[in-house]
């Protein structure tokens, strides 16, 4: 297993912007993902990276505001967030899967702790 640790979440207004981080230790040759959960909903897929770092994948709601980044070098994902919305303020949560990528929650088999996202109206 790879052990990972977000960092980088806080307070925002809408229309601002964020940039996420996780980093892994251990194992580190995985796709990786971000997910996120609100208050009272079910967890959620944001978007994905493969291993090399030169295929990315998002669910629609973030498509043209966040970009999933990786450094292979410093064993760190990234997540840029742009143009944030409040409906985006969730914990949000970096996981390695050992496919090449997925958007699938349960094809991932280590996650961090999260880190908090709170955008303000």
């Known amino acids: 297993q790879v052990q990972l640790v977000e960092s980088g979440g806080g307070l925002v207004q809408a229309g601002g912007s964020l940039r996420l981080s996780c980093a892994a230790s251990g194992r580190t040759l995985y796709g990786m993902g971000w997910f996120r959960r609100a208050p009272g909903k079910e967890r959620e897929f944001v978007g994905t990276?493969?291993?090399?770092?030169?295929?990315?994948y998002y669910t629609n709601s973030v498509k043209g505001r966040f970009t999933i980044s990786r450094d292979n070098a410093k064993n760190t994902v990234y997540l840029q967030m742009n143009s944030l919305k409040p409906e985006d303020t969730a914990v949000y949560y970096c996981?390695?899967?050992?496919?090449?990528?997925?958007?699938?929650?349960?094809?991932?088999?280590?996650w961090g702790q999260g880190t908090q996202v709170t955008v303000s109206s």
């Open positions: 996981a390695a899967t050992r496919n090449s990528w997925s958007a699938r929650g349960d094809e991932y088999d280590s």
């Open positions: 990276i493969n291993m090399s770092g030169d295929r990315t």
